[in-house]
């Protein structure tokens, strides 16, 4: 057969082929399903959650913690409330919002799950909740902390259960810094993307509304892993307060072996929650005792419920101190159970409402409630590290901040209205 | 931005991740240069390295042989690799670049299983503690060693190179692989060799660069991308070019970063680009 | 029956299945999935036929995709409609193809892979940097296609169509004329260059219609998910495509559609039960580059002409499986 005979009757069959695409496009398959409905308020059954973490690749041991966090709750208080069966499936994501969405639609649409769990990093979370709210189906994240996933991005159906917004954690945090802190000038060093920008500008705003000046700001890109270069350029600002906030992993203690090791003075660092959490802590060890940080979590605080947490963790994990991941897997898994006890099986839009609805009165975090974007209401902590009785390293208490909201002391409205925070735009 | 204290920081700064850089980068283009492979799985022996050296750094408290132990396990490691799979491929460019990716995938995810995810650092009293102190500037002892390490190797390498029958060997491999084994030498015992001494460096590499910066999931392509960039810069073979590289690029790291942070993603990326455009075979490359 | 015939005859039962998928009661997720492994397969064509036709292999494809898929995404939340955001996806594959190609086109094999690693980690970092168009990290999200492909399956059946266009076209280019130069550039590019032709020029045509595929790849991409971010133009991407081309086959028909099944499976339905699932991954693409390294389509074009005795027609100029062929032999003779 020549060439152009072979070619002219692939052609035609290819054409033949769409032209067939065309008319069957028409009509629908029998495999299309319509979207999941929701149950009646106060009934029993099963309610089937689908958790989505990175669980390998580079956020491997955040992504671990957090489902071990929610695990551990199932596994100390019983799977059951309230005649409601809870029943979990846990999917990796290795951090990629390709994968992550991929899993979200095979958890909804092939597993028919009642409510999607995480993911963990933001842009995935941002990914994955706008299409669960697509799909009807309610999206609780328990450590995420992009801003807009509560504000710009807010939808009915996400709600953030056990974790702040990059900016509002590090406001409180900055007033304290000028005040009782005692801190007249600051220099801050943020990672160089939206969680940075967020922590960043939630800090200067609450530093500058207080009285301090930030003098200068730097920023490194998320990969960094030698920091020499950003402390001498902290040395050479010369501020009294160095405020650090990082994405949580390596850089907390790559930038404290530097820091320190350049000999500057660790009185004058406050860091945001993730630099300084259970992992930095376990890194770096005794050197770091008196370190100060910002945070919704404070794993040394003196509570019963705290203390019966973190004793359980440390036999489900060998001996480690549960940090903000395993702390917000958990109180999602407790809010859950919380609201199941009050309401039986609820799914769908009454599963967000009564969770939002509720006021967690004794969470591990503290008093927790929930705004009107579905985002949580709840105490911050500057806090400090100490060595406890049993010899490990703790994040414990020195101030208070009850009730802190998303807005920073602002309207919702105009709030809403700023633009997004940037290198350029800091509010 | 410009005081002398600073600059003067910025530099040792430069230097001595240049320092690290070339400790890493020598073994790599070591490679490439008599065996025309670039071990895309390099950033993964460093990574190997590294978490064998914190381990066995914890366990000592010597550094010395966390660093004997580490190239050792990693060279282990190059040796199965090499007879057991690149030998098949030998000769061939791609496929061999191509296996070493998949040597790399299953390295980094066993390295996951094995050491698990948290960062890991060498433990601080293995560190040299304690920093020089020349008036106003304070500067870590460790990141000094760091660069005396490399010196000593780098100067090491280049004397084995020029002035034993080994080295004169691998240049001869270099120019001429026939003539080798025309000269009796059975070339497939230099390659092998060369191919261990080249991730046993990157596994020294690892367990020195644990006490810089920590060694985690992910390390490893961050790292084979800094090498690759330093090995193009400074031509693929050369010593003293991979020397002349890491250099250039831990102090345009170290000073892009603090005068133009907006470029901070692009610092590294631009002189390879650059390079490959222009002078494809590098600062101190040869012509193929 | 001739080795031609059976080949298409192949062909079709495939096309009918694929036609045939959402009726055989496959779920709207399993749909999802083949839309998924079919855009792979559509961005693996563009870097096979850049691989095997022209010798070049590229580490950068995923930054041209993502480019196009920004773009869309971009004018999406602008508000443009259709029709813009196509033109759109178009403008800007073709000038980052254009700025891929200016930077490779006097390179080649190990310098060409680096460039193209080089370029797309720049545009890695611009995801990151552009942030106000990009939305930087976060990446860009609700991106909304055509509301007549809104549908899971008539989506899925615009994929496809897309992807035997795609098949179709770059088997047609790669037996034309230009193909045949190409080929012969990939071949000895002295010998090329001592005809008269312009290398760099061939090169750089080559990379333009390469970009085209991976930014259409990049357009249906970000339709099926509604979202970009800058994740899609890292290296980890890159190297999975050459991963996909590898496991189905340089320079074969069929291989980035068997590649990106295998990789797509593993990463998304092997890793609810096997958690060392990138172990799985990189060991299978070892024994392939080891056992079988004309991938799996090549080998089992090469394992059916051995089992007909060398029979059948071995037609000059051959497609598929004669280029892998030629591409292993050639190996083998360096």
């Not at chain 1, 007033?175 to 200067?204: H, M, N, P």
């Amino acid at each position: 057969m020549t060439p152009t005979k072979k070619s002219s009757r692939r052609i035609a069959a290819a054409g033949i082929g769409i032209a067939a695409v065309f008319a069957l496009a028409a009509c629908a398959p029998p495999g299309a399903e319509p979207a999941p409905e929701e149950t009646e308020a106060g009934a029993t059954g099963t309610l089937k959650v689908g958790f989505i973490s990175p669980t390998t690749g580079n956020f491997a041991v955040a992504g671990q913690e957090m489902v071990d966090g929610w695990n551990l709750y199932w596994e100390t208080n019983g799977t059951e409330v309230n005649g409601v069966t809870i029943e979990t499936i846990v999917e990796d994501d290795a951090g990629n919002p390709e994968t992550s969405l991929t899993k979200a639609r095979k958890l909804v649409e092939q597993d028919q799950v009642d409510v999607i769990v995480g993911p963990l990093i933001a842009n995935t979370a941002l990914a994955v909740a706008e299409y669960a709210a697509s799909v009807g189906i309610p999206n609780l994240h328990p450590v995420a902390a992009s801003d807009d996933l509560t504000q710009r991005n807010a939808n009915d159906l996400t709600v953030r259960t056990g974790s702040m917004g990059g900016s509002q954690a590090n406001f409180p945090g900055g007033q304290w810094a000028a005040t009782d802190g005692g801190y007249d000038t600051a220099v801050t060093l943020c990672a160089d993307y939206a969680f940075g920008w967020e922590s960043c500008a939630g800090f200067k705003q609450g530093f500058e509304s207080e009285g301090g000046e930030v003098i200068q700001q730097i920023w490194f890109p998320n990969s960094t892993t030698d920091f020499s270069t950003y402390v001498s350029q902290i040395q050479a600002a010369g501020a009294d307060l160095v405020y650090v906030a990082t994405a949580g992993g390596a850089p907390g203690p790559n930038f404290l072996n530097a820091y320190l090791g350049l000999g500057l003075d660790q009185d004058q660092l406050l860091l945001n929650c993730c630099a300084a959490d259970q992992g930095t802590l376990r890194t770096m060890g005794d050197q770091i005792e008196g370190l100060k940080s910002i945070s919704y979590w404070a794993e040394g605080r003196d509570s019963e419920v705290v203390t019966e947490f973190v004793d359980a963790y440390k036999e489900f994990s060998d001996g480690k101190v549960p940090g903000a991941y395993v702390a917000g897997g958990y109180v999602t898994a407790s809010l859950v159970a919380s609201v199941l006890e009050e309401n039986g099986l609820v799914t769908g839009e009454d599963l967000v409402s009564a969770i939002t609805e509720y006021t967690f009165e004794d969470s591990i975090f503290g008093r927790v409630s929930f705004d009107d974007y579905n985002n949580t209401i709840g105490p911050v902590y500057i806090r400090e590290v100490q060595k406890l009785d049993d010899g490990n390293l703790y994040n414990v208490p020195i101030a208070t901040i009850e009730d802190v909201d998303q807005w920073l002391g602002k309207d919702p409205e105009d709030a809403l209205a700023q633009p997004t925070y940037s290198q350029s735009f800091q509010g | 931005m410009f005081e002398p204290l600073f600059l003067a920081q910025q530099a040792l700064n430069g230097l001595s991740f240049g320092a690290l850089l070339f400790l890493l980068a020598s073994g790599l283009t070591l490679v490439f240069g008599l065996m025309r492979i670039v071990n895309m799985a390099h950033g993964a022996f460093y990574m190997l390295g590294g978490y064998v050296g914190v381990v066995v750094a914890t366990l000592t408290g010597n550094l010395l042989l966390a660093g004997i132990a580490a190239a050792a396990v990693v060279g282990f490691t190059a040796f199965v690799v090499e007879l057991g799979l690149l030998r098949f491929v030998r000769g061939q460019e791609l496929p061999e670049v191509l296996l070493t990716i998949g040597v790399s995938f299953v390295i980094a995810d066993l390295c996951l299983a094995i050491f698990g995810g948290d960062p890991q650092n060498l433990p601080a009293d293995v560190r040299i503690p304690g920093a020089l102190v020349i008036g106003e500037l304070t500067y870590p002892w460790y990141r000094i060693f760091v660069i005396g390490v490399a010196a000593v190797i780098g100067i090491a390498l280049i004397l084995v190179q020029s002035r034993t029958r080994v080295g004169a060997i691998v240049r001869a491999g270099v120019d001429d692989r026939e003539i080798i084994t025309a000269m009796g030498v059975n070339i497939r015992w230099v390659f092998t060799g060369m191919f261990v001494v080249g991730a046993a460096l990157a596994g020294i590499a690892g367990t020195i660069g644990a006490g810089m910066q920590s060694i985690l999931p992910g390390v490893q392509n961050e790292v084979l991308l800094y090498a690759l960039v330093v090995i193009i810069i400074g031509g693929l073979g050369s010593i003293p070019g991979a020397a002349v590289g890491s250099i250039l690029i831990g102090l345009i790291d170290a000073f892009a970063k603090a005068w133009i942070p907006e470029l901070a993603y692009f610092t590294i990326f631009l002189p390879m680009a650059l390079v490959l455009v222009f002078r494809p075979t590098g600062l101190f490359g040869r012509v193929a | 029956m001739n080795r031609r015939r059976l080949a298409l005859i192949g062909l079709g039962v495939l096309l009918v299945l694929g036609l045939a998928l959402p009726y055989l009661g496959a779920s709207s997720f399993i749909v999802s999935l083949t839309s998924t492994i079919l855009i792979a397969a559509i961005l693996a064509s563009s870097v096979n036929f850049l691989a095997g036709e022209g010798g070049m292999v590229s580490l950068g494809h995923a930054g041209i995709a993502a480019a196009s898929s920004y773009g869309v995404g971009w004018a999406s939340r602008q508000g443009l409609d259709t029709g813009l955001q196509v033109l759109i996806a178009l403008g800007v594959t073709l000038a980052v193809s254009f700025i891929y190609g200016l930077l490779s086109m006097r390179t080649s094999g190990i310098y060409f892979l680096m460039v193209t690693l080089a370029v797309g980690m720049l545009i890695y970092g611009l995801a990151f940097r552009l942030s106000s168009v990009t939305g930087g990290e976060n990446g860009i999200s609700g991106v909304i296609r055509p509301a007549w492909m809104g549908q899971y399956w008539t989506y899925y059946y615009v994929v496809l169509a897309c992807f035997v266009l795609v098949t179709a076209a770059l088997w047609l280019i790669g037996r034309s004329p230009f193909g045949a130069s190409l080929k012969g550039l990939r071949d000895s590019e002295s010998r090329m260059r001592s005809l008269g032709y312009s290398v760099p020029s061939y090169r750089l045509g080559a990379f333009m219609i390469s970009g085209f595929v991976a930014g259409l790849a990049g357009l249906l991409s970000v339709w099926l998910t509604a979202f970009v971010s800058p994740s899609s133009a890292g290296v980890d991407r890159s190297v999975h495509l050459i991963i996909i081309v590898i496991l189905g086959g340089i320079g074969t028909l069929l291989g980035p559609l068997i590649g990106a099944t295998v990789v797509v499976l593993v990463e998304n339905v092997l890793s609810s039960y096997v958690e060392r699932w990138p172990t799985v991954l990189g060991l299978i693409f070892i024994l392939v580059i080891l056992f079988a390294r004309a991938g799996i389509a090549g080998s089992a074009g090469k394992l059916l002409r051995r089992l007909r005795g060398n029979g059948g027609a071995r037609t000059p100029g051959g497609r598929g499986s004669s280029a892998s062929e030629a591409v292993s032999e050639r190996n083998h003779n360096a």
